[in-house]
């Protein structure tokens, strides 16, 4: 694939992201896909990035993503962008503790990499300011 292919998958694929449509997000996976997320000790596969976003998804309701800046070499596609939702359900920390919903609105920047291979997403990786989005929420005592 071009890698102007591979940019207009990451357009599509931020898309879904955005509708909270699983399994339209697992049409762009491929089978061994491959994922590093916030939290975790390192590379999980297809259920536990299920597991993941749908928790996400479950603690804020309304969260969506504005890409601010997407960058694309070879099979590699990385996205800047603005995350932006309410807490308004509980949310899992790594522990599996529940932080019950505070209702506050929180903006948090952040970063996605996806790595492809004939059309299909093998690896991803997302980063994001954990940290701002605690205080915003209320979660840090003193800020």
């Known amino acids: ?7 207009r998958i990451a357009g599509e694929y931020m898309a879904a ?8 997000l697992r049409a ?14 390192g590379p999980v596969g297809e259920a536990g990035l299920r597991a993941f976003l749908e928790a996400n998804w479950t603690a804020f309701p309304d969260l969506s993503f504005q890409v601010t800046q ?16 309410t807490h308004s ?13 505070t209702g506050r609105k929180a903006t948090v920047p952040g970063a996605g990499v996806i790595q ?10 997302d980063y994001f300011d ?3 989005l605690l205080a915003q929420l209320g979660l840090v005592p003193g800020m």
Not at 17 to 24: G, I, M, P, V
Not at 89 to 101: E, F, N, Q, Y
């Open 28 to 41: 762009y996976h491929a089978d061994s896909i491959q994922s590093l997320l916030p939290g975790q000790a």
């Open 70 to 85: 997407r960058i694309a070499s070879g099979d590699w596609v990385v996205d800047t962008w603005i995350g932006t939702g």
């Open 130 to 132: 954990t940290m701002s």
């Open 17 to 24: 992201l955005n509708s909270h449509d699983y399994e339209r």
């Open 89 to 101: 359900g509980p949310m899992m920390t790594p522990t599996g503790a529940s932080i019950p919903p």
């Open 116 to 125: 492809l291979k004939d059309g299909k997403i093998v690896y991803t990786a």
């Open 1 to 7: 694939m071009s890698e102007q292919d591979n940019v």
